[in-house]
């Protein structure tokens, strides 16, 4: 199945094409700016290495995926060949409270599930919906699916995902633990589960997702059974520019010292915190990594506090799990950063971690694999969210029979046409 995933942000729709067959990308691309006359779309057609880069008029998310849909499918600068069509498109969407537990075929209905959450993601969901409504507009006969960064921690138990507050407001406003990069931990864990040749339901894994947002999932028997983040994203590992946990009272004294309102508060938690606010000069870990190396104190304090919480983390996890057979890394530090890894396990001997320099040291650069094969397997993993979207996006429409005799056909046509 050839499928167009698409993330929709406030100024941005990033998207790729994958064949789920070879889970491959055809092509990665984004439109920039999207209000401005200046917008600006790029792509990167994976066959042939060609990029493309060009700025145009672009209003709306309509008029964004538009332009996406008139390069992809454009016989020269795009993937498709002549008579071949996408055979669906998988929308990444933030937030789907308790009601959507599992990616769900897009009708006006779902539509409105999605509306419904915009309380509970007001930065993300209006703006994946944005995205929605414009290609259900562009392509209506196409299936379409929204695939929720929340479904996969829906199996959490209660005491999991309860907050110690009181029952009504969880009873009235739904408040409690979500957790979100729930297509990252999902991709982490069918990985990983190749990469050891174990079964998926089989392993007691800690995924950890390092990137400008950062979490941590505990998984057994195949399900997430507790997550860093919570009712937001904000919550759990110190991240790029966000808190991560603090107590709820500095935020109240802060408030009332300082004179801060509400809303400046969620701008100092989210934008002015984490690597960003203890370092005072980036929240960058390449640049944190750089400026320690010249001897800045605040910058090796930022990545001391950073692979602390991380640490602190994982073994609390391992806890819940009752035992752990498997770390995985991913995300952009994740992947690359070898000696935040290496600082993020260190003193973990306990709980079977041993850490091969030599071989973490090797995995950077996208390279996935094993740097400690033992009690406890820690492992690099590729970020494959887009990959995850697309399978879900597959297996939901298959198992409702929404796959056509035609998706099949194309398939197989566009096996031979030299993409490799």
């Given at each position: 199945m050839l499928v167009l995933v698409l993330n929709s942000g406030s100024s941005s729709v990033k998207y790729q094409v994958i064949d789920t067959e070879r889970e491959e990308s055809r092509v990665t691309g984004q439109v920039e700016r999207i209000g401005s006359g200046g917008a600006i779309l790029s792509q990167l057609r994976h066959a042939d290495g060609q990029r493309l880069k060009e700025t145009a008029s672009i209003l709306d998310h309509h008029d964004a995926i538009r332009a996406i849909l008139d390069l992809v499918e454009d016989p020269e600068r795009g993937v498709l060949g002549v008579g071949h069509r996408l055979d669906a498109v998988g929308h990444r969407v933030v937030h789907g409270g308790e009601r959507f537990k599992t990616a769900t075929v897009l009708d006006d209905s779902v539509e409105e599930g999605i509306r419904d959450c915009m309380d509970l993601a007001p930065l993300h969901n209006p703006h994946n919906?944005?995205?929605?409504?414009?290609?259900?507009?562009?392509?209506?006969?196409?299936?379409?699916?929204?695939?929720?960064?929340?479904?996969?921690?829906?199996?959490?138990?209660?005491?999991?995902?309860?907050?110690?507050?009181?029952?009504?407001?969880?009873?009235?406003?739904?408040?409690?633990?979500?957790?979100?990069?729930?297509?990252?931990?999902?991709?982490?864990?069918?990985?990983?589960?190749?990469?050891?040749?174990?079964?998926?339901?089989?392993?007691?894994?800690?995924?950890?997702?390092?990137?400008?947002?950062?979490?941590?999932?505990?998984?057994?028997?195949?399900?997430?059974?507790?997550?860093?983040?919570?009712?937001?994203?904000?919550?759990?590992?110190?991240?790029?520019?966000?808190?991560?946990?603090?107590?709820?009272?500095?935020?109240?004294?802060?408030?009332?010292?300082?004179?801060?309102?509400?809303?400046?508060?969620?701008?100092l938690l989210n934008k002015h915190s984490g690597l960003l606010g203890i370092s005072g000069i980036s929240g960058d870990m390449r640049d944190l990594l750089l400026e320690e190396e010249k001897g800045n104190e605040r910058a090796r304090l930022a990545l001391d506090v950073y692979c602390y919480r991380v640490r602190k983390y994982i073994g609390a996890y391992a806890a819940a799990l009752e035992g752990l057979d498997a770390i995985a890394f991913t995300g952009g530090v994740g992947e690359n950063a070898a000696s935040i890894r290496s600082r993020c396990l260190a003193g973990l001997s306990f709980l079977g971690v041993d850490t091969d320099q030599r071989a973490n040291s090797r995995l950077t650069g996208g390279e996935e694999g094993v740097f400690h094969q033992g009690a406890t397997a820690l492992v690099v993993v590729r970020s494959g969210e887009e990959i995850t979207i697309a399978r879900e996006t597959e297996r939901v429409l298959t198992e409702l029979g929404r796959t056509s005799a035609r998706s099949s056909e194309s398939l197989t046509c566009r096996r031979d046409d030299g993409y490799s």
């Open positions: 919906l944005a995205g929605i409504l414009a290609a259900r507009r562009r392509m209506p006969e196409t299936p379409q699916v929204a695939v929720f960064d929340t479904a996969f921690h829906a199996t959490l138990p209660p005491p999991a995902f309860h907050y110690a507050l009181p029952y009504v407001l969880y009873h009235r406003h739904r408040i409690r633990r979500y957790g979100f990069h729930g297509t990252s931990h999902r991709h982490v864990l069918r990985r990983t589960a190749m990469i050891l040749d174990r079964a998926p339901e089989a392993l007691k894994l800690v995924s950890v997702h390092l990137g400008n947002g950062a979490s941590a999932c505990a998984i057994r028997d195949g399900q997430s059974i507790d997550t860093s983040m919570g009712f937001t994203p904000l919550e759990g590992l110190v991240m790029g520019t966000r808190s991560g946990d603090v107590d709820p009272a500095v935020i109240l004294h802060v408030m009332a010292r300082e004179e801060i309102p509400a809303g400046d508060a969620g701008a």
